[in-house]
């Protein structure tokens, strides 16, 4: 299997590249936010739990997080891959998902992390809180929160593959094109199977 972990900050662009990664090589895409979204629209009790966190831009807890998360990966069969987007935001969450792909008899094959400067991100998210109507990207008080959280509790994270020497930083600024050549050229550089 080839299972990326895609990572950066908030409004880094880490859905849209996703997006291209799992049609070129046939990932299953798993994004927290977007599976929070779901459960906040279909006001189920995990949704209910992770607005009153997602609302403050902080981050919803790590095991409910975790068992969500791994609940997802269950569900797949036969998979050739995954692209994670947006897990691991901590260590306790690194650890977790390592230890489960390996009780599945498998593992993180790389992380690629999405490197753009703070004013950036602030201006992407402002814009995507105009079109989507994304209540966290409309306010920049929650912005710079998410942000705060992202090098405080986040940024760590990749120290975990870095240790693994799994650890890619791809520079984010530039045309969507643009970086999802650089990041092809990583993954075909990185991984066997193709
Ligand atoms: P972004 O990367 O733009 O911040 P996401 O859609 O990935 O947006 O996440 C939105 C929110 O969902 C986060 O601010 C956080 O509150 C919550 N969230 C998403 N993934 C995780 C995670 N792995 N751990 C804890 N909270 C998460």
């Known amino acids: 299997m080839l299972n990326i972990v895609l990572f950066g900050p908030p409004g880094a662009g880490k859905g849209t590249q996703s997006e291209r990664i799992v049609n070129k090589y046939k990932l299953v895409h798993l994004s927290t936010g977007d599976i929070f979204r ?5 006001e189920t009790d995990l949704g ?45 969450q690194a650890d977790a998902l390592d230890k ?8 993180i094959t790389m992380m690629l992390s999405l490197h753009v400067p703070e004013e950036e991100l602030i201006k992407r998210l402002l814009l995507r809180g ?23 509790q986040t940024a760590v994270a990749a120290n975990y ?21 650089r ?8 991984s066997t199977i193709l």
């Open 38 to 42: 779901y459960n906040i629209k279909q």
């Open 48 to 92: 209910k739990l992770a607005k009153s966190y997602i609302d403050k831009g902080e981050l919803v807890p790590d095991q409910v997080t975790i068992d969500m998360l791994n609940a997802e990966v269950e569900k797949q069969v036969n998979p050739n891959g995954f692209i994670f987007d947006g897990f691991p935001r901590t260590t306790t």
């Open 100 to 107: 489960h792909m390996i009780s599945k008899g498998s593992s």
């Open 130 to 152: 105009k079109e989507s109507g994304r209540s966290d990207d409309t306010d920049e008080n929650i912005i710079r929160n998410r942000i705060r959280v992202y090098n405080e």
């Open 161 to 181: 593959y870095e240790m693994q020497n799994k650890y890619h930083q791809i520079d984010g600024i530039g045309t969507i094109e643009d970086i999802f050549e």
């Open 183 to 190: 990041l092809c050229q990583i993954i075909d550089k990185h």
